[in-house]
RNA sequence: CCGGAUGUGGUGAAAUUGGUAGACACGUCAGACUUAGGAUCUGAUGCCGCAAGGUGUGGGGGUUCGAGUCCCUCCAUCCGGACCA
């Protein structure tokens, strides 16, 4: 009786799924058990033998628990939205579907090739309209809640606008973004419905704003970072832009403290754990405001300019400033003075009973006209050109604006020079629809006196040090403050800023920046601080802006010594002018009050003294930004929104699911929007054409496993809180900050919104490494077709190949298969040979098809058998780390598994096992085994329990056991590891039902306990022989038997030992 | 640049708490059985050395009776950095 694998595999396979043995019921006596895998994204590439590492795992211990008496959940689906297909889709014209489904069902082949225990009829797949109908559904539930700051969780958005219709936006009660002016009860009832909407759309945890995006114009499409090099796009070398765009986000960074506490309640491994909360990146520090002395501008054009900066939202326009407006084509407009005038006539001098102004500029842009009580701007639009950067121009404006509340009237020129009356009569209409609102004025009078720069910092210690400032070049004073004599250069810096992306802002080493004229003042001394523009600072972190300290942070001190700034030494000889010192412990010089104060004791008196003045405050910083949550692409779920007058509208539930349309082209909408936006239905109904991304669908899919054909709910209460946490969760290192935040927020919020009980959806988390290709070469002589020898390729001037792993035994390259490799290209080749072989160069890298390194799990397993490829991947090393596949070493497994059948069967003989009793040496190997396979599978040391089996096997073979009772609770230890074999054997053996239904084994310790120990003897530390010792023999018998002993004796060389530390169970040192 | 991980024989690795470094395998060498072996079995195998012995866990330094393991420092490789999933 031989081992055919092949035979065995098949049958128990077919076995398993007609009698449903890997169904799970959501009702059981048995205590839960959770096993999840990272579902696959299936690739048309199909699986290679690194993707299965985790999912044997994950199989190992499902069966390992489920023989411990679980109830185990192992299910598994596929997240099949995402860019490849849709890549796939644009080169080849075959539908993502399509090609998705193709991949679908051959991923599937490949998975039950080796075995697994999932329960398929829990399968899902995010791109199924029965599954993405859910993702929409709590996309809008996201988009319907707000993260009440005070309450400390989300609530649905109509408690907001309870609130908001009491109260206002009263702190007190409410938070109140940025982006939200103050507001009163009466004031929230008055607003339009389009102003009410604009303010809850800052409050809403899915929401919509503008982002910026790599946009190549040449291949017309958004491109993600790592596609974009050197500022052209990876594709072509086109030129790469940042341009803004409608994106939806979702406000990840309300949970940035839940995040970073439920860390401490999972079981992740700790650089898991640093990796999250480095990415939340929670830091505490303090806001200072800065005084900017004012700046003198030339005068001239645009004379009603006043001399001074002026605040943040509002100024009076100054002549520099027009001319950045006119850059963005305002020359385009003709007759411009004529309308205005005209206008200007009839309504200056409060004509209409209320003060206009006129070139009143707003948060950054100059408008015609503007009344600021009744929150209303007037635009005279001339017969320009309408050119795509005026359009941007003007898009963006009337965004701004109306994120103030600020409604836009255009009037052409026409209109006013050929019917004034009709206009002011429109305005004066507008006008008495209003109601008079002050806080603008109010904003304007509290900022308009000088200008502040607002900068985060952590170390507000070290405030003395500050040297020079620093904005990003995206702040929105950079424009203002700009002097005239750095103007251009200033502009060349932003433009040269805006062509590199952000990964090589941050990658390059290249110190650039520009001084912008402007100073700021110091709050304490009064000193004038040069304020500076660079690339090094980021606008999305912080305030965008930083007061540099070279002295103490490395980045300023580079850009000191690199513009030749004067550095401030604020911590005496702790400074040693070369590189920055970033300590908190040095004591403070020439600081003013604070010298001779310890620095981190200072940080606490300086933010003291800032808030008493009213120019600083206590702040915790994230580095985390909400995360964007749309895609300008196909292959994606649909947002349920419509838009009405830029409102966003929900779909109804009972709309859901929001289907994806079919779409012949996958080239984007001629601004960049998505493909949708080319379907006429599609836009005729006013749909959002952005689709979610790939992290929508991942964000909750544990969940629908609990429950997966429900119609009614994403998932019943009832099933997850049977099922509760994921218990053990296997994947990659590479999900660490994207999917496992986005789905830990998702969890929080459903758990905010009381459809489930639990906060944190993964108990522990396992990380497996990467199995990477090993890839072969062959050396071909430069110019001939004639390779040689790897170790003789020294001698000749040769040129490295890969080849096809597939065909080389180990490093031996099998040279027929090679002359038939690429249709024959190297058929007539030469080959220089050492001892008869080609031997081929190896080296380790990623796996990938381009590489030929790949090896495909299913020629693995037709040759070895599932359960030799389930046991060689574990046995190759831990789990967690990244290893090279090397398809030589899986012989060795192949042999354990061929002498563990021998145990029970021979060849000739057939079965031989018998019902003998044990002796103590069998029991011994058995228990020891039980204990070892025990203790390693529950802390995930496959590989060392593989090698526990192979001990035990061959400790068996030795002693010629071939006994029923040691045999079969062997059996049951394997059969996670290697279920086909066992299955086999154990029906063998006369059983009839599956083994996974039997009880796992336990060890008792009476068979293990030792009465020695052979005890390593070492001289100062060195071994240099053993004795055997009785266990509990005490320090003066042990000293007395070392001394006794010859090679002790020899060592000591007559002299008397100063110490012998004897360690019970461990070891015997004597010192000398 | 920032963050994370990893460095041990020719190769994958083991050493769970500071206590015999290299378990278990691959490969290699020698041998047995055999018509044959890419089957099976036995033995050897870190390096230097005939041996005694010396030496050895990326490099350097430290703590300790004792360091692969702890501390400092340097070097190398791999992974991630938000539109690849």
Redesign the pocket.
Known sequence: MEYKFREIEKKWQQYWTATGVYKVSNNSNKPKYYVLDMFP?PSGAGLHVGHPLGYIASDIYARFKRLKGFNVLHPMGY?AF???AEQYAIDHGIHPAVSTENNIRNFRKQLDNIGFCYDWSREVRTCDPKYYKWTQWIFLQLFNSWYNRKQNRAEKIQNLVTIFENYGCDESIVHRPGNVPPFTATEWKRFSEKQQQDILMEYRLAYCGYGE??WCEALGT??????VVNGVSERGGFPVVKKK?R?WYLRITEYADRLLEGLEKVEFS??MK??QS??IGKSSGAEIEFRLTPNPSPGGEGSTASQEMTGKFFKTANTRFWQILKQYGRENRKNQTEAENILWGKIRNNQLGIKVRRQHSIGGYIVDFAILEKRIVIEIDGAYHHTEEQKIFDETRTEFLKEFGIEVLRFTNQEVIENTANVVKKIAEVLNSKQTDTSLLREEKRQGDEAKLTVYTTRPDTIFGVDFMVLAPEHELVEEITTGEHWQEVQDYLSYVKSRS??ER??E?KITGVFTGAYAIHPFSGKKIPVWVSEYVLIGYGTGAIMAVPCGD?RDHRFAKHFNIPITNIIGSEYNGEEANPTRDAILHNSDFLNGMVMKDAIEVVIGKLEKMGIGKRKVNY???D??F????YWGEPFPIVWKNGIAIPLDEKELPLQLPHVESYKPGREGEGPLANIPEWTERNLETNTM??YAG?SWYFLRYMDPHNEEEFCNRKASDYWGQVDLYIGG??????HLLYSRMWTKFLYDMNWIGHDEPYKRLVNQG?IQGSSRFVYRVTGKNKFVSFGLKENYQTTPIRVDVNIVD?VELNIEAFKKWRSGEYANAEFILEDGKYICGLETE?MSKSKFNTVNPDDIVEKYGADTFRMYEM????VE????W?T??I???Y??L??FWRLFAQEQKGLIVTNEPATKDELKTLHKTIK?IE??TE?F?F??A??AF??AT?ELTDLKCHKRSVLEPLLILLTPYAPHICEELWHQLGHSTTILDEVYPAWNEQYLVESTK?Y?V?I??K?RT?LTIELDANQEQVEKLVLDNEIVQKWLEGKSPR?I?Y?KN??I?V?V
């Open positions: 994204y997240d995402g860019l490849p995006v790599n958004v491109l993600a970072n790592d596609e765009l994106q700790d650089a640093e990796m480095n990415w952000e990964r941050m990658a080493k490395e580095k985390m930004r995360a964007a749309s895609r300008q692409r991304p790939g991942s290192t590479e999900h660490a900050v994207g990467m180990g990623k046995f190759l090393g831990p780390l990244s290893k090279p090397d030589k070493g012989e060795g497994v042999r354990f061929k002498k070892k203790e390693d802390r040391s590989n060392t593989v090698s192979m001990i061959n052979n390593p070492a100062n530390g071994t053993e110490k530390i360690v461990k070891m040192n010192v």
